[in-house]
């Protein structure tokens, strides 16, 4: 397809087919019906959705949990990269610097597979090409023999200055968070310096990396505190929200739920997330929480869409809402490849 424009009807144009695509996400109603269903039943419901081509593209070569696994990374890369091509302008840069976060992902999962001695079909399969490493990059990376080669095959790419000096001395397991902590900062940090370069729809766009920068940051809070043995919340404290690394420090050192709560609340500006933090004060577990962090931050992205019909937001919002399509799927054939009662599995999907 060919890429679009900028202009005022472009814009309309591909904020429309935005929510065109949105209505064809599956309900929740559909992932109720395959918690019932076995993996070969999941697999055929599908192959009956958008997921078709890929499901036949793979069939002779895959199937089972392989089968859905890399159908779904392949449908949604597919998916990221056709929607590149038709959003135009300023639009464009902004949707490409939000999906560079899966060049940090990707990467990581592929220095952890290598470390752990996981087979590069097996790397392969969950992998998203969406950012700048495309997957011929990708594909490169994954038969490199060591986590050195790996780094060394990013040179010129924006993730390779970090990692190459986080790595000097050779990679091992044990740096890798304090690396994903720095990786993600920097590239928060740069979204913020662009949006705030006077870029066309900067405005909008910093609205959603303040909600994406809050989110982030009590998610953390909440992780770190049910396991204090996680290391040190200030390295994992992503900067430019509305709730300062300082202030989230200080609120850290809280011992008591409510009172740790009653701190929070008054920095928070999205009033379903105040709302949110009120039933926190119930012990929950962390997986729970970041369930109900992620349906707010879902709900949040789309009444900002609709406040903004014609800029990055329907973008953004549905690339969101499509990635956790994928993540459901992949949970509930997870689910049920480990043989996981329909309660349990229920518990990680967002819906």
Request: net charge neutral; proline share 5%; aromatic share 8%.
């Amino acid at each position: 397809m060919a890429e679009v424009r900028a202009g005022p009807a472009p814009y309309i144009y591909v904020c429309t087919r935005m929510r065109v695509r949105k209505a064809k996400l599956l309900p929740r109603e559909e992932y109720v019906r395959m918690l019932n269903m076995g993996l070969s039943e999941i697999t055929r419901s599908i192959e009956e959705t958008q997921y078709k081509k890929e499901i036949d593209e793979l069939a002779p070569s895959f199937h089972g949990i392989d089968l859905i696994e890399l159908a779904l990374s392949w449908n949604l890369a597919k998916e990221y990269q056709s929607i590149q091509k038709i959003t135009p302008g300023s639009l464009k840069d902004l949707t490409r610097a939000y999906l560079r976060k899966w060049d940090i992902q990707n990467v990581l999962t592929i220095l952890r597979g290598k470390l752990h001695g996981e087979k590069p079909g097996k790397i392969r399969e969950v992998l998203i090409p969406a950012g700048e490493l495309d997957k011929q990059i990708l594909d490169k990376l994954i038969e490199e023999q060591t986590p050195e080669r790996i780094i060394e095959g990013l040179k010129g790419k924006g993730v390779y200055p970090l990692l190459s000096r986080s790595f000097e001395a050779g990679v091992k397991e044990d740096f890798l968070p304090r690396v994903e902590n720095a990786l993600y900062k920097q590239f928060y940090a740069d979204l913020i310096s662009m949006a705030q370069s006077g870029i066309k729809g900067g405005r909008q766009f910093m609205d959603y990396i303040t909600l994406d920068i809050d989110i982030t940051n009590i998610r953390n809070m909440f992780r770190f505190r049910a396991d204090p043995s996680a290391g040190e919340m200030s390295d994992a404290v992503v900067p430019g929200g509305t709730i300062s690394p300082q202030l989230i420090q200080r609120i850290m050192a809280i011992k008591d739920r409510n009172e740790f709560i009653d701190a929070l609340i008054p920095s928070v500006k999205v009033r379903d997330l105040r709302e949110l933090l009120e039933t926190l004060r119930e012990e929950k577990s962390v997986r729970e929480i970041e369930i109900d962090l992620i349906k707010v931050q879902l709900s949040e992205m789309e009444s900002m869409s609709k406040m903004n019909p014609f800029s990055i937001h329907p973008i953004l919002a549905y690339l969101e809402m499509k990635k956790y399509e994928i993540f459901n799927l992949r949970a509930l054939a997870r689910g049920k490849e480990s043989n996981l009662p329909p309660e349990r599995i229920r518990g990680y999907l967002v819906m």
